[in-house]
C-alpha cells in the first residue's frame, strides 16, 4: 500500500522557518493528544479524500523555482514505515526537494532509518511534557517514555539539524514543566515554544482555555534558556 496523503496545504511560510513548503498530512496517531487540532485524521480519516501522489508532484515542479520542499506531518507519519513512507520521501528527494518530518518520537526505529538513508533535512520532534507520569496526561496514551527518550538521544547525538518543540497548554504545562522539559533537552540546538490555540482542539474543555498571554510564554523561555541557550517562542 502507497502513503496516502489526507491533507495538502499547497504553500506555507510557517511549518519549517525559512523555508517555502508544501504540507503534507497522514491520517492516523498513536497518541491522543487533548490539544490536537487534527482529530479527523485520526478518528474519520476515510471522510477525507486521498489526494493524489502526481497532484503533489507536478505542483512542486511547476514551483521549483519557489517551492523550498515539504513538511510531512499528521497524525504521525512513522505510522506508516510500513505503508510506504521511506519511498515517498525518496520520490520526493529524488525530484530535488527538502524534505521536514514531524514526528512525536514515539518511533526511533523509523526516525534512525529515514535519518539513516538520508531521506531527512530537517526534525520536528513534539515533546509533549517532562518525562514522567505526566507525559502520559498530554499524549493521551500509556506513553513508552523509553522510547522518547531514544528519539531525543538520537537528534542530539546526530549531524540532522532538528528543533524539539512543546505546545504549552494552560491547565496542563505552567513554568516548573517547561524549565524540566528544557533539562531533559540540554545541549539541544533548537527549543520551540508554541503557543496554544483552543479552537477545534480534540478536549472540548479545552476549547474555553486561555492561552498563555506572550509576556508568560517570554518569562517560560527565558528559563528554558538556562539549559537550551537558542528557545524561541512561536505563534504567540
Given at each position: 500500500m502507497?502513503?496516502?496523503?489526507?491533507?495538502?496545504?499547497?504553500?506555507?511560510?510557517?511549518?519549517?522557518d525559512?523555508?517555502?513548503v508544501?504540507?503534507?498530512?497522514v491520517?492516523?496517531?498513536?497518541?491522543?493528544?487533548?490539544?490536537c487540532?487534527?482529530s479527523?485524521?485520526?478518528?474519520?480519516?476515510?471522510?477525507?479524500?486521498?489526494?493524489?501522489?502526481?497532484?503533489?508532484?507536478?505542483?512542486?515542479?511547476e514551483?521549483?523555482?519557489?517551492?523550498?520542499?515539504?513538511?510531512?506531518?499528521?497524525?504521525?507519519?512513522?505510522l506508516?514505515?510500513?505503508?510506504?513512507?521511506?519511498?515517498?520521501?525518496?520520490?520526493?528527494?529524488?525530484?530535488?526537494?527538502?524534505v521536514?518530518?514531524?514526528?512525536?518520537?514515539?518511533d526511533?526505529?523509523?526516525?534512525?532509518?529515514v535519518?539513516?538513508?538520508?531521506?531527512?533535512?530537517y526534525?520536528?520532534?513534539?515533546?509533549?511534557?517532562?518525562?514522567?507520569?505526566?507525559?502520559?496526561?498530554?499524549?493521551g496514551?500509556?506513553?513508552?517514555?523509553q522510547?522518547?527518550?531514544?528519539s531525543?538521544?538520537?537528534l542530539?547525538?546526530?549531524?540532522?539539524?532538528?528543533?524539539?518543540?512543546?505546545?504549552v497548554?494552560?491547565?496542563?504545562?505552567?513554568?516548573?514543566?517547561?524549565?524540566?522539559?528544557?533539562?531533559?533537552?540540554?545541549?539541544?540546538?533548537?527549543?520551540?515554544?508554541?503557543q496554544?490555540?483552543?479552537?477545534?482542539?480534540?478536549?472540548?474543555?479545552?476549547?474555553?482555555?486561555?492561552?498563555?498571554?506572550?509576556?508568560?510564554?517570554?518569562?517560560?523561555?527565558?528559563q528554558?534558556?538556562k539549559?537550551v541557550?537558542?528557545?524561541?517562542?512561536?505563534?504567540?
Open positions: 502507497g502513503l496516502e496523503i489526507k491533507g495538502f496545504i499547497e504553500t506555507s511560510l510557517l511549518d519549517w525559512g523555508k517555502v508544501s504540507s503534507l498530512y491520517s492516523g496517531c498513536n497518541f491522543r493528544c487533548p490539544f487540532h487534527n479527523e485524521l485520526v478518528e474519520s480519516p476515510q471522510r477525507l479524500a486521498t489526494i493524489p501522489l502526481e497532484k503533489i508532484e507536478q505542483f512542486l515542479l514551483r521549483k523555482d519557489f517551492i523550498d520542499g515539504i513538511c510531512l506531518t499528521g497524525g504521525e507519519p512513522c506508516h514505515k510500513d505503508r510506504g513512507l521511506f519511498d515517498f520521501l525518496k520520490r520526493i528527494k529524488d525530484l530535488g526537494f527538502l521536514k518530518l514531524d514526528t512525536n518520537g514515539a526511533p526505529e523509523c526516525l534512525a532509518r535519518i539513516e538513508l538520508g531521506l531527512v533535512d526534525v520536528a520532534m513534539d515533546v509533549k511534557g517532562p518525562l514522567d507520569e505526566r507525559y502520559d496526561r498530554l499524549s496514551i500509556k506513553t513508552d517514555l522510547k522518547i527518550k531514544q531525543i538521544k538520537l542530539l547525538a546526530g549531524q540532522t539539524p532538528y528543533e524539539f518543540r512543546v505546545t497548554v494552560p491547565t496542563l504545562l505552567d513554568v516548573q514543566e517547561i524549565e524540566m522539559i528544557a533539562a531533559e533537552l540540554a545541549g539541544a540546538r533548537k527549543f520551540v515554544l508554541q496554544f490555540a483552543p479552537e477545534h482542539c480534540w478536549a472540548e474543555s479545552l476549547r474555553v482555555v486561555k492561552p498563555y498571554p506572550k509576556e508568560k510564554l517570554g518569562k517560560m523561555a527565558e528554558a534558556k539549559t541557550p537558542n528557545t524561541f517562542i512561536r505563534g504567540a
